[in-house]
């Protein structure tokens, strides 16, 4: 953006000053057009790469998620459901 300002700034001193010829203009004109090409391009990476996606969900796909459910420790200290016997504490 600094480019394409002090392209501006030097179109305006330039023509102020009755120095303006053709090239000039055409100068302006392909450097203008460059750095607004690449800031729109960077815009495009910068929206791909950067931005998260937003998946919408409906209320049916909200309703079918799983809650998620504590471990306690109460569970593992009194019985292995595996072999059916009662561990002991040291």
Known sequence: MSVVVYTV???????????AETKHYACYAVQTFEMV??????????SKAYKKKQVKRT????????EQSSVSSE???????????SKKEL
Do not use: A, C, Q
């Not at 700034?9 to 120095?19: A, D, M, P």
């Open 75 to 85: 569970s593992n200290d009194s019985s292995d459901s595996s072999t059916g016997e």
């Open 37 to 46: 090409s690449l800031f729109y391009l960077f815009t495009l990476f910068y």
């Open 9 to 19: 700034f030097s179109t305006v001193i330039i023509y102020k000053g009755g120095e």
């Open 59 to 66: 209320s049916s796909e909200l309703e079918t998620i799983p």
